[in-house]
């Protein structure tokens, strides 16, 4: 066991598997696995598989960097690592969500009634329900009809410090709505995950996160694995 591990944590997976089945905004995933070496070409016992792959940068659980919408902004090899692991937040809304649901800032003043209220660096995410559909890509993306956020909610988040804001959606804006919590959350220097898997499984708060974006020079988005302790 890994020495920042005690015996009572549990690692808890919060990605979704990149495949070319995968939802997304536009419904072509775009991702694409192919081998250019196979075993069969290689020598006995140096037997090797070389794969390569093409995707679009925000493919499955993925992060925006503020340059995603902000000309001159960070980019995804500026994010520093003490806002990428740290602790998490979860705010279930599965009990109330649908594909009309948008999460006003009345879910905050509950959930700090409830839990204290939520600390600076925080990496807060909104655990919907809807990732139970990510086989289902038709029904995921919904003809991009989700859970949202709204903008006042963002902007109060924006108000207790945050580090950044998750989803278990494709967005954190639904269709039509002008992205607004994409403007206000990457316009406050903060980051965005979507497609998170498995936040269910985690308390209100006490959890670590760890969200390791695939280190990408001047990149936008990048794919991202990210796990909590807790």
């Known amino acids: 066991m890994p020495s920042f591990l005690t015996p009572a944590s549990r690692v808890i997976d919060l990605t979704q598997t990149l495949c070319s089945e995968n939802p997304s905004w536009d419904g072509d995933c775009g991702f694409k696995l192919s081998n250019s070496v196979d075993y069969s070409y290689s020598t006995v016992p140096d037997l090797f598989r070389v794969q390569s792959f093409t995707t679009r940068a925000g493919m499955g659980t993925h992060i925006d960097a503020p340059a995603h919408c902000f000309p001159r902004a960070k980019t995804i090899e500026g994010l520093a690592l003490d806002n990428l692991i740290t602790h998490c937040v979860v705010i279930r809304l599965d009990h109330?969500?649908?594909?009309?649901?948008?999460?006003?800032?009345?879910?905050?003043?509950?959930?700090?009634?409830d839990n204290g209220i939520i600390?600076?660096?925080?990496?807060?995410?909104?655990?919907?329900?809807?990732?139970?559909?990510?086989?289902?890509?038709?029904?995921?993306?919904?003809?991009?009809?989700?859970?949202?956020?709204?903008?006042?909610?963002?902007?109060?988040?924006?108000?207790r410090h945050i580090a950044g804001l998750g989803t278990d959606t494709l967005s954190a804006d639904a269709v039509g709505k002008s992205f607004p919590v994409h403007r206000a959350i990457l316009g406050a220097g903060k980051y965005l995950v979507e497609n998170i898997a498995n936040a269910d499984l985690l308390p209100p708060t006490g959890s670590q996160v760890f969200v390791l974006p695939t280190k990408i020079r001047e990149g936008t988005e990048a794919p991202v694995r990210i796990i909590a302790l807790a």
Not at 97 to 102: F, L, M, P, S, V
Request: charged share 20%; with cysteine; glycine share 2%.
């Open 96 to 113: 109330l969500a649908n594909e009309n649901y948008i999460a006003t800032p009345d879910v905050i003043t509950t959930f700090e009634r």
């Open 119 to 159: 600390q600076p660096n925080a990496f807060v995410i909104f655990c919907t329900g809807w990732n139970k559909y990510w086989n289902n890509p038709t029904k995921y993306r919904n003809d991009l009809q989700f859970p949202s956020i709204h903008e006042d909610t963002a902007k109060l988040l924006i108000d």
